[in-house]
């Protein structure tokens, strides 16, 4: 199953009315967590509404949990439903190009059990390369309601990471830079490298040279050091790049895929939790 549509796909469906589609403009900037909204109302593929990474793909940060944990799913469901999405609808999430913020929502939307959720290939960028008409007119949606079927074997917490890792039972991927995970550099943690155990598998490496999503049997060959029937659990920093990774390791046909949402930031949090410095 393809979880991307490309730009092509996407046109077409805003040719035919009626068919029950939303498109979620999710850009958003680390450093600049207001960039993201400010760019919409600039301008937006027609027809797309706004979700804010901090204010609707994450909750409220408490002292475990890592940074950006998950928002509370009974008011995430309800901003689905007041934003005109129920459980046909296909929705369609870009970000500025093909960045991790999509993943996020892709990731939040198939956690909650929902089965037509694409990433657009390339994003608001590509979107514009190719020469397709933006808008800032602001759509007003019909309210719908959300029923969430919960994957609940989607996740990891912290205790079914450290379980696992412990007999072996699961493999863990960190998905951030390589000098982060090494802890030369750690530009937002007070601490310094990897959960122990954890292997190095950059989130940008899933994209080709151009940018683009790699094909099925590229990602295939790029996660062959995992058998297909092997637990995998995804981690980053605080859960928002890992989800690229988990997109990318369904694409390639791996079922058993975990997010651990809190990743390093909550490992961390925990003063008796080791990290690692070295390639592992």
């Not at 290939?121 to 808008?135: A, H, I, L, R, S």
């Not at 995992?226 to 694409?251: H, Q, R």
Request: hydrophobic share 35%.
């Amino acid at each position: 199953m393809s979880f991307l549509i490309n730009v092509n796909r996407l046109k077409n469906r805003l040719e035919n009315p009626g068919n029950n589609t939303v498109i979620v403009d999710v850009r958003f900037q680390l450093d600049d967590p207001d960039a993201g909204r400010k760019l919409y109302l600039k301008d937006h593929l027609p027809g797309a509404v706004y979700m804010d990474l901090d204010k609707d793909l994450s909750g409220k940060v408490e002292k475990h949990g890592g940074s950006h944990p998950l928002p509370d799913m009974k008011m995430f469901t309800s901003k689905l439903g007041n934003i005109g999405i129920d459980n046909d609808t296909a929705v369609i999430i870009y970000d500025q190009s093909n960045d991790m913020f999509a993943a996020r929502m892709w990731w939040l939307m198939y956690y909650l059990g929902h089965e037509k959720v694409y990433v657009l290939d390339g994003g608001y960028e590509q979107w514009v390369m190719d020469g397709n008409k933006v808008t800032d007119e602001i759509p007003q949606l019909e309210a719908k309601v959300y029923k969430p079927a919960i994957r609940v074997d989607a996740k990891a917490d912290i205790e079914e990471v450290k379980e696992k890792l412990e007999n072996q039972s699961a493999s863990l991927i960190d998905s951030r830079s390589k000098e982060r995970y090494l802890g030369k550099t750690e530009p937002l943690y007070g601490k310094a490298g990897h959960i122990p155990g954890a292997k190095h598998f950059f989130w940008k490496d899933i994209f080709n040279d151009k940018g683009k999503w790699k094909k099925a049997d590229e990602l295939k060959s790029h996660f062959e050091a995992f058998d297909k029937d092997e637990e995998i659990i995804v981690s980053c920093g605080s859960g928002i790049s890992a989800c690229p990774n988990v997109l990318a390791l369904k694409l390639a046909g791996y079922e058993n895929v975990k997010l651990y949402p809190g990743s390093f930031s909550d490992w961390i949090s925990y003063e008796e939790n080791e990290v690692e410095t070295k390639e592992e």
